[in-house]
């Protein structure tokens, strides 16, 4: 059974920093492309981060230069680094697990989410 459990969410002041981190299991990790997305009130769910297998990163614009993603496939997990929140960065955080296997079928694996809240 796959799982994957989000943690560090919290209240934070504007200009505050949060580590997000997702730890799975039930997987093999390391084949796996991960990915944080989010989702805020009214909104759609949106792309914040991702990480390929081989650990190459991309960014929503919005979170460039304040955000930082990595993996550590020892640990099965990956983290988020959020520096500089805005109140705009108020979601609900997902991690996602996301493989297509050597015949194209698709695995992906949704976290049931943590709560990220910038606000004075």
């Known amino acids: 059974q796959v799982q994957l459990v989000e943690s560090g969410g919290g209240l934070v002041q504007p200009g505050g920093s949060l580590r997000l981190s997702c730890a799975a299991s039930g997987l093999i990790f390391s084949t796996f492309a991960m990915g944080w997305y989010r989702q805020a009130p009214g909104k759609q769910r949106e792309l914040v981060a991702g990480?390929?297998?081989?650990?190459?990163?991309n960014y929503a614009d919005s979170v460039k230069g304040r955000f930082t993603l990595s993996r550590d496939n020892a640990k099965n997990t990956v983290y988020l680094q959020m520096n500089s929140l805005k109140p705009e960065d108020t979601a609900v955080y997902y991690c996602?697990?996301?493989?297509?296997?050597?015949?194209?079928?698709?695995?992906?694996?949704w976290g049931q989410g943590t709560q990220v809240t910038v606000s004075s």
């Open positions: 996602n697990a996301d493989r297509l296997d050597g015949l194209g079928r698709r695995a992906s694996y």
């Open positions: 990480i390929t297998r081989g650990g190459s990163t």
